[in-house]
């Protein structure tokens, strides 16, 4: 199967599986969350699913959760049971790079606000050894960036300022990408990878002008991936959050 159709496979396997009727559901973002969210509209329409709402992390999201006839709500009014969202990089321990799409703070408040945390949905190349191989996504408050990124050079990476028009985004390439938020985000590379995610999550969480990291440490609890072979389902091995 091409990459996309494994997405797919991953994405209305967690949904059939995952979502029930009367449940709210967090909405990831980017192009495997999407065949979950056109899923979950396809079982709403079919009448399979009912009373579902969705949460969504982003204007990308909530624009094609309206496309698809699946309901939205805020976190004010309700909180998520669980979110269904893709992975840039997902280790054994279910650890994970998120955030290459531009959505990771929201994503993270989503994730953490569900009693049942995340479930991840990706096909086989997202799974690695150790987080790393890319980038690490770092929202960044826009006042003073230059003196941030100093700061995250400082533990071992090299960070780049996201601009438009780079990677799957559009726009101009000479203008910082704003999130949702408008926040700036810094694509921070370690060489050597990062074997201690949790560590580095609190040495970015000290550096003023750090909004989140693109690290997601024990929230996901489970993993739906797609391989040629088949979908498999990957337990957390620290259990749910």
């Known amino acids: 199967m091409r990459g996309e159709d494994l997405k797919r496979a991953a994405a209305e396997r967690a949904v059939e599986e995952r979502v029930e009727s009367g449940m709210v559901v967090g909405l990831g973002t980017g192009s ?13 329409a079919s009448g ?4 579902v709402r969705g949460v969504p992390t982003s204007a990308r999201t909530a624009a094609l959760a309206r496309e698809a006839s699946v309901p939205l709500v805020t976190l004010a009014e309700a909180r998520p049971r669980l979110t269904i969202d893709g992975a840039d990089e997902i280790s054994p321990d279910l650890s994970l790079i ?7 703070l929201r994503e993270k408040i989503v994730a953490h606000a569900g009693e049942e945390g995340l479930v991840v949905i990706a096909d086989g190349s997202k799974v690695v050894d150790v987080l790393g191989e890319g980038p690490l996504p770092v929202e960044i408050e826009p006042f003073g960036w230059e003196v941030t990124l100093e700061h995250l050079a400082s533990l071992g990476c090299e960070p780049t300022l996201r601009l438009e028009g ?3 985004q559009t726009g ?6 704003l999130t949702d938020g408008g926040n700036y985000t810094a ?6 990878g990062i074997p201690d995610p949790a560590a580095l999550q609190d040495e970015i969480q000290r550096i003023p002008g750090a909004l989140e990291s693109g690290l997601f440490v024990g929230i996901a609890r489970i993993a739906v991936v797609a391989r040629e072979s088949g979908v498999e389902a990957i337990e957390a091995l620290h259990g749910s959050p």
Do not use: N, Q, W
């Open 32 to 44: 495997t969350a999407a065949f979950a969210v056109r899923r979950i509209g396809e079982l709403i």
């Open 48 to 51: 399979e699913l009912e009373d």
């Open 98 to 104: 998120k955030g290459r799409g531009g959505a990771l």
């Open 166 to 168: 780079g990677g799957s």
């Open 172 to 177: 101009d390439p000479t203008r910082p990408y």
């Open 187 to 192: 694509d921070c590379l370690f060489g050597g």
